[in-house]
């Protein structure tokens, strides 16, 4: 297929659709995770979200996005408590209680989705794509819910900007302040989760993560402004979403999901390499030029008492 | 007796099983510049932050001006430890600053002109206006100190709490700071500071609080911190030598 029979399918045009506000609000609210070195609880959450879906499926027996919606949440929250108990009451480390809560949760969700599709749903079920992700399951009304989402966690995180800035860069000072800091952090949390459930239908659970910190950490080269970064990271998780559906449909049968996923890796090596003042290249370039002017002062300085 | 700026009761805090600060009672009267001293682990943070509810108490009460703690947020500013945030946070000095009026802002509202210009002024008092636009991560250390020191002054408080605000920092830098600290004192505030240099206690605070854990004297310096109170605060393990200048040299 050529571009222009991809730009015509309506079908890939709604999938184009929904990657587009998926990549925007996971860039968004990722940003924060990053900045408030969370990204692996991005990844935690991602994970944990999969038993979630798997128990909202086998209570209500239908595929919908809000009851995943609610069932994801519901999970989420499970592991953020366990993470805090575990933080508290042992010598457990974050990372390693992170660790634990994912991959055990991770397991659970598996398990639990062998039995369902061993169930009399069996193979109708179609949660199995969760794992990675099969944008070609999404339905409209799957886009119209990642709109909704987006355009919630974009305005959310517009509206409560001013208090979600302290409370990354000092939440000592935002707690003093009398911040709700404690409800804020469950908060953003809720707000990451609502980005993976959009997110888990067309990237999946275990590439979920990526798409939250990825662009974050792109656009965090380009700029010394929070706001900025934040909209950047948007624009770059919203490229990933376009340029990977892009490229798997017009090359058969390649996954949408782990596109997404590399598209959003090649734009960070694009940040890496070429951003001005951050970019590997331009401090390469800054060295150099350092040097040369060093030493072009000190033959300047010889000459002087030589000639 | 004039009303206390200051009044905690019972304040105990402990973090695992053992208290780290317990049963701390005491008063402290406007107007004053007071260096709370002790040894490491003595937990003077936790004090300063237990009172600022940062982290939980077991017990303990603290009213401010005879008004509840939660009443009075408004009229306290804080100054944590340096270390305690990236400094490679996407965002500048005047920015930092203005972070300073979000209480007074409340929710929802953006900062706006009257913020900017007060964090100007503020970042002027503190000899950095020129930074105002510096990215936080090209400041030095010092600069960095100077910029969370403006950021409390932008809070407009009547009693601050400050972390170790002379840790890392140039004497010329130290200087400006404390000479900021008078002029707040001199305005009818009060400020507490956590102090470690014990050669400057004298010069710099006319009250001094010394605590290992519980409290162990309180009031002014001069009646305070004495050799014998010193030795009992630090377990008898400092070497005081007499000397002219400060009364105190410590080896």
Known sequence: ????????????????????????????IGSFAYLRKQSLLGDTLAHAA??????????TGVKSTSFFLIGAALAGLAAVFLISVLTRYSKIKQDAAL???????????????????????????????????????????????MMAVSFILIFTCTLFFKEFKLLSFDPGFAKGMGLPVVFLDYFIMMLIVAAVVIGIQAVGVVLMASLLITPAVSARYW?????????????????????????????????????????????FFFSL??????GVLSSVWRRVSLKKNHSLEQERRKGRYTS | ???????????????????????????????????????????????????????????????????????????IGYVPQRESVDWDFPTNALDVVMMGRYGHLGWLKRPGKSEKQKAMECLDKVGMAEYANRQISQLSGGQQQRIFLARALAQEA???????????????????????????????????????????????????????????????????????????TYGGRLAILPDTKSGLLLK
């Open chain 1, 223 to 267: 700029t010394e402004r929070l706001h900025i970064m934040v909209i950047l990271s948007g624009i770059f998780g919203m490229l990933s979403g376009v340029s990977g559906t892009l490229i798997s449909t017009s090359v058969n049968n390649l996954p949408t999901g782990p596109l997404i996923v590399l598209s959003a890796t090649a734009w």
């Open chain 1, 50 to 59: 999969l038993p979630g879906i798997c128990i909202a499926f086998m209570l």
């Open chain 1, 99 to 145: 660790g634990i809560v994912l991959s055990s949760f991770f397991g659970f969700g598996i398990v639990m989705l062998t039995q369902i599709q061993q169930s009399e749903y069996g193979n109708q079920s179609g949660l199995d794509t969760f794992l990675f992700g099969q944008t070609a399951s999404m339905v409209m009304s799957d886009v119209y819910m």
């Open chain 1, 273 to 278: 390499l070429f951003a001005p003042k951050r």
């Open chain 2, 158 to 232: 009547d009693i601050y709490f400050m972390d170790e605000p002379f840790v890392g920092v140039d004497a010329a830098t130290e200087k400006a700071i404390i000479q900021l600290l008078m002029d707040l004192k001199e305005k009818g505030k009060t400020v507490l500071v956590v102090h470690h240099d014990l050669s400057t206690v004298k010069e710099y605070f006319d009250w001094t609080m010394l605590l290992n854990k519980r409290l162990m004297k309180i009031g002014p310096t001069q009646e305070v911190f004495i050799p014998e109170y010193l030795q009992e």
């Open chain 2, 1 to 75: 007796m004039e009303q206390a700026a200051l009044k905690v009761e019972d304040l105990t805090i402990a973090y695992h099983k053992k208290p780290v600060v317990e049963d701390v009672s005491f008063e402290v009267p406007e107007g004053n510049l007071i260096g709370i001293i002790g040894p490491n682990g003595a937990g003077k943070s936790t004090l300063i932050k237990g009172i600022l509810e940062l982290v939980p108490k077991l017990s303990g009460d603290i009213t401010i001006k005879g008004a509840t703690y939660k009443s009075m947020r408004k009229s």
């Open chain 1, 1 to 28: 297929m050529n571009l222009l029979d991809i730009m015509t399918d309506p079908n890939t045009r709604w999938i184009l659709l929904g990657t587009m506000f998926l990549g925007l609000s996971s860039g968004v």
